[in-house]
């Protein structure tokens, strides 16, 4: 069997690091390649006892004896030899002998299942440590009706290793970047501004779930066929030429300010607010050209979508009594102290008296420097709240 056999399966390795789907497939083309009948990769955590990644061909562990497995992984026979000699695959007969192997727990809950679970007679393993003292493990293994590895089985599993440690890497970069980007994602979806990110062609690459419930609505704007649309035509064109022009200008290096439209619908007077301007990354700053391209940033504002703060967070951020915390969400929706005194129903004295209290917990002295900290404090950064 020579190296060249591999670059298959080193193929399906740096596919898998990509799509943890396809993990099952690596380890397939691994037993296909050393006529195994079983495979497996794993990865361990010592403090906790247990796999946090656990995949085979082959065959199904049961549940039983993989919670036997793991609780007793550091006094597997095999795993303590390549503890010793991390990064290097061993086969079992070569490096603890037969006896060792047939003495061991492992081996010994192996016989006493035979009818549940085919006997691992032959093993090639390996263990990798990681930085943060957990460990991945790579094992291929035959039944004892098959035949023992070589040395020159070993050495081939051995020309897998380098890129086994890329592709974990890799794997782990993907997973890192993924969160970020679900979590950038979430962020925005609680966002009450319409959010849309295009390509200076007007093609949508993202939006909110506000952009979403506007366009939804199809009054003014839409999205149609992956397309921002304007439904005033004279407007469409002007957006588009605003969105490639500030693009075409990041891309020198040459920042414009926003461009503002009034958008008007067939169901209100009040017109959506729309801004364009640029989301500008690190192409020119780190000169990676096209991998970091421009992208127009399009901010949505529907005037008639009420802003709402919960008071029980209000009461919390500045320590508000359930009434004055209800008085100020007053003042936020209302447009006077009277107005904002009759929908809690209390008077307006009484109102007063709260307003003086809410002004020295927040540090204000008047009502309109009351209402312009309230919202510019994190709540008002959140779509919708539970009452």
């Known amino acids: 069997?020579?190296?060249?056999?591999?670059?298959?399966?080193?193929?399906?390795?740096?596919?898998?690091?990509?799509?943890?789907?396809?993990?099952?497939?690596?380890?397939?083309?691994?037993?296909?390649?050393?006529?195994?009948?079983y495979t497996n990769?794993?990865?361990?955590?010592?403090?906790?006892?247990?796999?946090?990644?656990?995949?085979?061909?082959?065959?199904?562990?049961?549940?039983?004896?993989?919670?036997?497995?793991?609780?007793?992984?550091?006094?597997?026979?095999?795993?303590?030899?390549?503890?010793?000699?991390?990064?290097?695959?061993?086969?079992?007969r070569l490096?603890?002998?037969?006896?060792?192997?047939?003495?061991?727990?492992?081996?010994?809950?192996?016989?006493?299942?035979?009818?549940?679970?085919?006997i691992i007679e032959y093993s090639i393993s390996l263990v990798m440590p990681g930085e943060d003292g957990t460990m991945t493990g790579l094992a291929v293994m035959r039944w004892k009706d098959g035949l023992a590895?070589?040395?020159?089985?070993?050495?081939?599993?051995?020309?897998?290793i380098p890129h086994l440690r890329r592709a974990i890497d890799l794997q782990k970069r993907f997973v890192k970047s993924d969160f970020v980007k679900r979590t950038a994602h979430a962020v925005l979806d609680h966002l009450p501004t319409g959010i849309i990110l295009s390509d200076e062609h007007g093609n949508v690459l993202h939006q909110n779930s506000s952009a979403e419930e506007i366009a939804s609505r199809v009054d003014g704007i839409s999205i149609v066929g992956g397309h921002i649309r304007l439904e005033k035509s004279s407007q469409n064109s002007d957006m588009h030429l605003a969105i490639k022009t500030a693009i075409t200008s990041a891309r020198t290096g040459d920042i414009l300010p926003g461009y503002t439209l009034s958008v008007?619908?067939?169901?209100?007077?009040?017109?959506?607010?729309?801004?364009?301007?640029?989301?500008?990354?690190?192409?020119?700053?780190?000169?990676?050209?096209?991998?970091?391209?421009?992208?127009?940033?399009?901010?949505?504002?529907?005037?008639?979508?009420?802003?709402?703060?919960?008071?029980?967070?209000l009461q919390r951020l500045y320590g508000f009594t359930p009434s004055e915390a209800r008085l100020v969400e007053g003042l936020i929706t209302f447009d006077s102290l009277e107005?904002?005194?009759?929908?809690?129903?209390?008077?307006?004295?009484?109102?007063?008296?709260?307003?003086?209290?809410?002004?020295?917990?927040?540090?204000?002295?008047?009502?309109?420097?009351?209402?312009?900290?309230i919202l510019s404090s994190p709540i008002w950064m959140q779509k919708h709240f539970q009452h």
């Open 149 to 160: 590895f070589t040395q020159e089985d070993c050495d081939l599993v051995g020309e897998i």
């Open 95 to 118: 490096s603890i002998g037969e006896e060792a192997w047939h003495q061991s727990y492992i081996y010994q809950n192996m016989l006493e299942n035979e009818h549940r679970f085919p």
């Open 339 to 373: 107005e904002a005194a009759n929908a809690i129903s209390i008077s307006v004295q009484t109102a007063r008296q709260y307003l003086k209290s809410v002004f020295q917990k927040t540090d204000t002295q008047r009502q309109s420097m009351l209402i312009k900290k």
């Open 264 to 313: 008007p619908r067939k169901t209100s007077n009040e017109n959506y607010a729309m801004l364009i301007s640029t989301l500008w990354g690190n192409h020119l700053k780190l000169g990676m050209g096209v991998l970091d391209e421009p992208l127009a940033v399009i901010f949505i504002t529907d005037p008639e979508t009420p802003q709402e703060a919960p008071a029980d967070l």
């Open 1 to 37: 069997m020579s190296v060249q056999n591999i670059l298959p399966v080193i193929g399906h390795l740096y596919d898998a690091a990509t799509d943890i789907q396809k993990w099952p497939v690596f380890l397939e083309s691994l037993a296909d390649l050393f006529e195994a009948d």
């Open 41 to 92: 990769i794993l990865h361990f955590d010592p403090s906790e006892e247990k796999f946090n990644f656990w995949l085979t061909h082959g065959a199904e562990l049961p549940l039983d004896m993989l919670e036997n497995f793991q609780t007793r992984f550091a006094d597997d026979p095999r795993a303590v030899a390549c503890g010793k000699l991390p990064g290097k695959p061993l086969s079992c």
